[in-house]
């Protein structure tokens, strides 16, 4: 089959969609993975959030493939990620500094690497996604602290 000028050179779940998304915002899988690969050497140097990282993850390449996968997913609707990241960073030692540090740190790679379009649209995302994981890591925290007292 002959492929047109608007089908994504990515496998996607949605190759119209995937199409549609890259041609507005100039992001494909090879901007995605720079993206993916500068924004956590960034975290890894970071005094804040490289400790973090650095207690949890000991083998990053297969990391930044998840993240590279997870970022295609979010940004080109590619489908390309299978996970729940809810549960994985629910119960992080993290508040909203840490969310508030990891978006100041996306928003300048985002800005370095994309286009104008493109970095506004992972940007956004990034934004959402900060906002849910750190309200599922303040009702860890409240179920946790509300757990009922042992009965003896």
Do not use: N
């Not at 549960?87 to 540090?101: E, I, N």
Request: proline fraction near 6%; charged fraction near 25%.
């Amino acid at each position: 089959m002959k492929r047109s000028d608007t089908t994504p050179r990515t496998a996607s779940a949605r190759p119209d969609m995937t199409a549609a998304l890259m041609a507005r915002t100039g992001l494909d899988e090879e901007i995605l993975s720079e993206l993916v690969h500068r924004f956590y050497g960034k975290v890894r140097g970071d005094g804040v959030l490289g400790p973090i990282f650095e207690a949890r993850i000991t083998d990053w390449a297969p990391h930044l493939e998840r993240m590279v996968a997870f970022w295609s997913s979010v940004a080109l609707m590619t489908g390309r990620y299978h996970g729940a990241p809810v549960p994985a960073h629910a119960s992080l030692p993290v508040t909203w500094a840490h969310f508030d540090r990891w978006l100041a740190l996306f928003r300048e790679t985002a800005q370095q690497v994309c286009t104008p379009e493109g970095a506004r649209h992972v940007t956004e995302a990034a934004e959402r996604i900060a906002r849910s994981l750190h309200m599922a890591v303040e009702d860890a925290a409240m179920t946790e602290s509300a757990a009922a007292p042992a009965l003896r």
